[in-house]
């Protein structure tokens, strides 16, 4: 499967969201986006982001200082 | 049936705009909130950078918030237009350089703006008649009422019993009486309220949640204008004002100078903008140097980090100056005795 890939390195949070945010506002249902970010608190703030707004995160991993979010989109609001 | 009415509340993360927007869930209203990101927030940098915090809980408290009243959050990117407010704020600035009039306004108006483009029907923010001494005053919300363009759209539900009736609460999207007459600077008809509601973890207010109310902070901004004879900046140095030492000893330069392991690896991220030093002969900070600077003054620049270096009692220290263009050469100085070096170099 196809992976959009953002690349948030040396940005600090909340800037890793927004640039996952300004990704999926785009994308269809099902797509998986990666964020790579230096910030570890890209961690938790991705992750919460995503679960507020409707989306799956699919696997967080540190790797080398770096640290990789994973989230498939959910489904586009309705309301 | 009349439709599910649509609030926009302006969440900070903090205890009043997590109540004001339960407040408004409690009236059947559907709610969603939004953070404003000005590049001044506190939120997690300095967390995120020093490595003594690295253990910390990490949490941005405004999606903590949001979690916790089931709502979506929407962070917004405000840091190009908000540089119009810090730099030129109409109603001045506060104790520091913090322009919390204006700054309400301007966020306010953004939400008006957010709220036309998305098809919701009001706004609502966790504001208290005098809770605080510029942007929270009686004489002041309508202000931000008015020059925001948001008028009656605009409701503040802990404290909106003290003011005019807004159009939500005419038109009965809102039942007034079950809104709230807050008023002053105590905390506990919140604490009450949060109690009431259950909420038992929430952010302490603690002096804000921009670095604008900060004094130290607001030294280093208004020393950077003065250093570059223009009052603008750029992303990169609000975010350098919130790391190292800052130590300026000629008009035209200063140094940044990491304190802490987590400092050094983030302002290596700067190394190819900025000339540099690190020392070679004992452990030590890194240090960026911003602007012009002579020989000379590149020989106390080199005494001033070996003075924060391990080798500070030593005869000599090596360093390593980089310059702009990532020309590297050594330089061996005496460090700078602490006492040699004068406080108002200290920013």
């Known amino acids: ?79 | 049936m009349s439709r599910q009415r649509k609030a926009a509340a302006l969440i900070s993360g903090g205890l009043d705009s997590l109540l004001a927007a339960r407040v408004m869930q409690e009236q059947g209203i559907h709610v969603e909130g939004i953070n404003f990101y000005t590049g001044f927030c506190v939120e997690g940098h300095t967390h995120a950078i020093r490595k003594k915090d690295r253990k910390k809980e990490k949490r941005n408290n405004a999606l903590w918030v949001a979690e916790q009243l089931g709502i979506k959050l929407h962070i917004i990117d405000i840091v190009e237009d908000y540089k119009q407010v810090v730099l030129n704020p109409k109603h001045g600035y506060g104790a520091n350089l913090n322009p919390c009039l204006d700054c309400k306004i301007f966020m306010v108006g953004k939400a008006l703006e957010w709220i036309k483009a998305k098809g919701f029907d009001f706004i609502i923010t966790g504001e208290v008649m005098g809770q605080r001494p510029m942007s929270q005053r009686k004489q002041t919300l309508p202000i931000v009422a008015g020059e925001s363009g948001a008028e009656d759209l605009l409701l503040r539900p802990l404290c909106a019993r003290n003011l005019p009736e807004t159009l939500p609460e005419r038109e009965g999207w809102v039942d007034r009486e079950r809104l709230y007459d807050f008023s002053g600077r105590s905390r506990k008809p919140q604490m009450a309220l949060a109690a009431k509601f259950g909420f038992e973890d929430y952010a302490q207010p603690a002096g804000g949640c921009c670095f604008l109310t900060d004094a130290q902070y607001s030294v280093k901004l208004a020393d950077l204008w003065q250093a570059r004879g223009d009052k603008q900046y750029e992303m990169d140095d609000i975010m350098l004002l919130k790391v190292g030492r800052h130590i300026r000893p000629a008009p035209g330069y200063k140094l940044i100078i990491s304190r802490e392991e987590g400092e050094g690896n983030f302002l290596r991220g700067y190394r190819h903008q900025y000339a540099h030093l690190t020392t070679v002969s004992h452990p030590g900070p890194l240090a960026l140097i911003d602007g012009q600077f002579d020989d000379q003054e590149l020989q106390l620049a080199a005494r001033l980090v070996a003075r924060y270096s391990q080798g500070r009692s030593a005869e000599q220290v090596t360093l390593e100056f980089t310059d702009i263009d990532g020309q590297a050469r050594e330089l061996t100085v005496k460090p700078l005795p602490a006492h040699e070096i004068p406080k108002e170099w200290v920013l």
């Open chain 1, 1 to 79: 499967m196809n992976r959009q890939i953002v690349d948030c390195r040396r940005l600090l949070c909340p800037m890793p969201v927004i640039r996952v945010q300004s990704a999926v506002e785009d994308l269809a249902e099902g797509t998986v986006v990666e964020a790579v970010c230096t910030d570890p608190g890209a961690l938790t703030d991705i992750p919460a982001w995503s679960r507020i707004n409707g989306h799956r995160v699919v696997e967080t991993r540190s790797e080398a200082g770096e640290y990789f979010v994973v989230v498939e989109v959910g489904p586009k609001d309705l309301s």
